[in-house]
């Protein structure tokens, strides 16, 4: 079928190779002429990609068929208005030569860059600030690259200094050692983190700072790396699934569910109406959690320890149904490929109503304290502005794009899983300050339990597991009474799920934004490549374009209101 | 029933060993700092939080600066990156310290078998006390906490700990 994106990209890109894979549009170039393929899809006001979702490399060195080059690179590119979905492949001739940056198009290439520098050592010339980012600075060699053995660690002796990049940062906003100097006052400089109460985690924020003002920042991340990519690299599809609890693990479920339905969407398996349910139930529950652990944290950091008791013990409250449900409290892993590891148990609407009560009063006892409160407005209106461009050039997804005013939302923009047939609100917010950001959290809260409500009533009864023994375990009484059925499960566990070969990106939206997933398989159990696309690394690469200008105090509130969660950030 | 010397003084005057009476006001007035980088760390938010309310146990002053903390509580996975962080942190606590390791991944590098992930902090710092998990639950939390208490009640006040630790990021 051809559609109007087909249509222009024909006569855009008339002699370059296009391909449909699932719902995006692949175009294979050279590195000569990427960078004006890609500043035409940027620019060109029919394209109009105005979010670069990702860039990431395969390295082909030991992948079955020959490919044209040991590495090639993918770009993940987004028109959010139109729903279209564009990669863009480029095959690297020599890495140490590199591609040409894409930095002065999208703010989200100056991370993405690096990273992709630092797992696989290709190089983007004209980046301003080409270093590692995810491993340390003493690293040598690049992990992902397929000649990097999984277990050669390497010890880091000392923390980087980031001097050199926060001076490059203060010259880039014009200030040098002759600011203040009529004074008598030299530039302060203040690191935060990345241990620190207010980092949430281990981030390192560092600071050039006019008495309280920020003049420059650069952040440090990577200190939560934990190599998931490579580690994935090694497991079967299945067992990826606990290794996704641990990304978002404020919201490990809905981790597990966008896993699984990329590869679902790969192997074009339907699953069934009851799973469909059970997943939109469970997202929207989670997302809930994943708001509330948020807000409860930057209401601390702002003074407010009275809504971290009202909110977060409806999260502590809401372990008793998830851990009857799943077993565990916080790491789920309760999907599996073709449906859910089991199914609800008997009483859960009542336990799910009488929740959903009471996480509806928190909230409302948190929003009284909050919502007319002025010192509340002082310090969150008008602060840390977001304008839509710089978040749409970073890359930011989910609620921060929204309180932005960019109303763009998955559900609603890629409708999957009936989100169409629901009756539910994207909020947006209007000035994109903390204000905002949190206000739209607050109210994401509200509509997901409206969702909620709609699904528990309309979820029909029926099996859980697609009916498919390629992919999906045969029931226990097959196992244990015929050799086929214990045949087809010895293969199932031990080899993993086979998938087609191919590479396919696939995304879903998490509490946080797309969390996308891109994989390569070699049609083998075990992917050949997985990444993921994580909304808080796009939200913290642009963390210093909201805080320069502002107080050192409004940078903590800010960090609590992009929410930047440790384990998704750096993986 | 007091004998001797102490049946003399009445009830005004208690004689204890020094070990016993400092001990006594250690074991329930321990200082955690905590050092969340990962999932663990909301497990320990939950154990801090209402319904398991670590300060049942005088454990609930915690503290972000390692100078005020006598309990070093590691939750979650620590990188190679993070190592020499932990390690300063460590030691900027005065003595005497106690070390709690919370979780698979702070205990052996739990599921992250791999190039960036440190197997097990006890190749950094000395640790008193693991708990198994992944995450582990908030009441092993408070039963790590208690035995940290058994520790420091049974300990002599005068015995330094931990003096022949080498790790790896230890000169040799
Ligand atoms: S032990 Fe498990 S829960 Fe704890 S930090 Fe490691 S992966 Fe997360």
């Given at each position: ?19 449909t ?14 960078y ?18 990702d860039?990431?490399?395969?390295d ?11 590495f090639v ?35 989200s ?48 002796t ?25 004074i008598n ?24 700072l ?38 978002n ?14 590869i ?34 930057n ?5 407010g ?15 008793d ?9 916080l ?17 859960w ?10 996480i509806?009063?928190?909230?409302n ?8 409160n002025?010192?509340?407005?002082d310090?969150?209106?008008?602060v ?17 794009l929204?309180a ?11 409708p999957?899983?009936?989100y169409?047939?629901?009756?539910f ?106 990444k ?13 374009e ?12 800010n960090?609590?209101?992009i929410?930047?969660?440790g384990?998704e950030?750096?993986r | 029933m007091a004998?001797g ?15 016993t009476l ?17 999932c663990?760390a ?21 503290r972000?600066s ?23 942190i ?40 693991y ?22 009640r049974s300990d ?17």
């Amino acid at each position: 079928m051809t559609t109007p994106l087909d249509t222009i990209l024909a006569s855009v890109f008339a002699d370059i190779t296009r391909e449909t894979v699932l719902d995006t549009r692949l175009l294979t170039v050279d590195g000569a002429a990427l960078y004006e393929v890609l500043k035409r899809l940027k620019t060109y006001p029919d394209l109009d990609f105005s979010l670069l979702l990702d860039i990431t490399a395969v390295d082909y060195l030991t992948y079955p068929k020959r490919a044209a080059a040991r590495f090639v690179v993918v770009y993940t590119l987004r028109n959010w208005k139109k729903n279209y979905l564009v990669q863009v492949r480029v095959p690297v001739a020599d890495p140490d030569t590199g591609l040409p940056s894409v930095a002065d198009l999208w703010g989200s290439a100056l991370w993405a860059e690096r990273e992709v520098f630092d797992q696989y050592g290709i190089t983007f010339t004209g980046h301003p600030d080409l270093r590692r980012i995810l491993n340390h600075h003493q690293f040598k060699g690049h992990p992902l690259r397929k000649d990097y053995d999984i277990h050669a660690g390497q010890v880091c002796t000392e923390p980087d200094s980031l001097e050199p990049e926060i001076r490059a940062r203060l010259k880039v906003n014009g200030v040098d050692d002759s600011t203040m100097s009529d004074i008598n006052t030299e530039i302060m400089f203040l690191n935060i983190g990345p241990s620190h109460p207010a980092t949430h985690g281990a981030i390192r924020i560092f600071a050039a700072l006019d008495g309280e003002t920020i003049m420059a920042n650069v952040n440090e991340i990577g200190y939560l790396h934990r190599g998931f990519e490579k580690t994935a690299e090694h497991r079967t599809y299945n067992q990826i699934v606990p290794l996704t609890d641990r990304l978002n693990y404020c919201s490990a479920l809905m981790n597990n569910i966008a896993y699984v339905k990329a590869i679902e969407s790969w192997l074009g398996l339907a699953i069934t109406e009851r799973a469909v349910f059970m997943r939109v139930i469970l997202s929207e529950f989670f997302r809930i959690q994943d708001h509330l652990v948020c807000l409860a944290a930057n209401l601390v950091d702002m003074g407010g320890l009275t809504n971290y008791w009202y909110l977060y013990n409806e999260k502590e409250a809401s372990y008793d149904l998830i851990s009857r449900l799943t077993g565990a409290r916080l790491t789920s892993s309760f999907t599996r490929i073709g449906g859910m590891a089991h199914d609800f148990y008997e009483g859960w609407q009542d336990d799910l109503a009488r929740q959903l009560v009471d996480i509806e009063k928190g909230v409302n006892d948190s929003l009284k304290l909050v919502a007319r409160n002025r010192i509340v407005h002082d310090r969150t209106q008008n602060v840390c502005v977001l304008s839509p461009e710089t978040a749409l050039s970073y890359g930011f997804t989910g609620p921060n794009l929204r309180a932005s005013g960019v109303g763009f939302d998955l559900r609603k923009d890629s409708p999957h899983y009936f989100y169409e047939s629901f009756d539910f609100n994207v909020p947006v917010g209007t000035t994109g300050d903390v204000y905002d950001r949190m206000m739209v959290r607050f109210e994401e809260i509200f509509e997901s339990m409206r969702i909620i409500r709609q699904a528990v009533k309309m979820i029909p009864e029926g099996e859980l597991f697609a009916a498919d023994h390629r992919y999906v375990l045969p029931e226990k009484s097959k196992v244990y009474n015929s050799i086929e059925g214990a045949a087809n499960h010895f293969k199932l566990i031990f080899e993993g799920v086979r998938v087609p070969e191919g590479a396919w990106y696939d995304s879903f939206e998490a509490a946080n934004g797309e969390l996308g997933f891109y994989f390569v398989s070699d049609g083998s159990g075990t992917p050949y490549k997985l990444k993921v696309r994580p909304p808080c690394f796009y939200a913290m690469g642009g963390f210093h374009e909201m805080v320069e200008g502002e107080m050192i105090a409004d940078a903590i509130i800010n960090l609590g209101s992009i929410n930047i969660i440790g384990g998704e950030l750096d993986r | 029933m007091a004998l001797g010397l102490e049946a003399g003084l009445g009830d005004s005057v208690l004689t204890t060993k020094l070990d016993t009476l400092i001990n006594w006001g250690r074991q329930y007035s321990l200082w955690p700092m905590v050092f969340g980088t990962a999932c663990c760390a909301i497990e320990f938010m939950s154990a801090a939080a209402s319904q398991h309310d670590i300060s049942r146990f005088g454990a609930e002053v915690v503290r972000f600066s390692p100078r005020q903390a006598d309990l070093l509580l590691v939750c979650g996975t620590i990188s190679y990156k993070q190592a020499p962080i932990l390690k300063r942190i460590y030691e900027q606590m005065p003595q005497p310290k106690w070390v709690v390791s919370m979780g698979a991944c702070a205990g052996s590098g739990g599921m992250y078998d791999n190039y960036c992930t440190v197997q097990g902090i006890d190749s950094i710092i000395p640790v008193d006390c693991y708990i198994s998990g992944c995450p582990p639950r908030p009441e092993a939390v408070l039963d790590a906490l208690m035995n940290i208490q058994e520790q420091v009640r049974s300990d002599s006040v005068l015995r330094e700990r931990h003096q022949d630790f080498k790790g790896i990021l230890d000169t040799p």
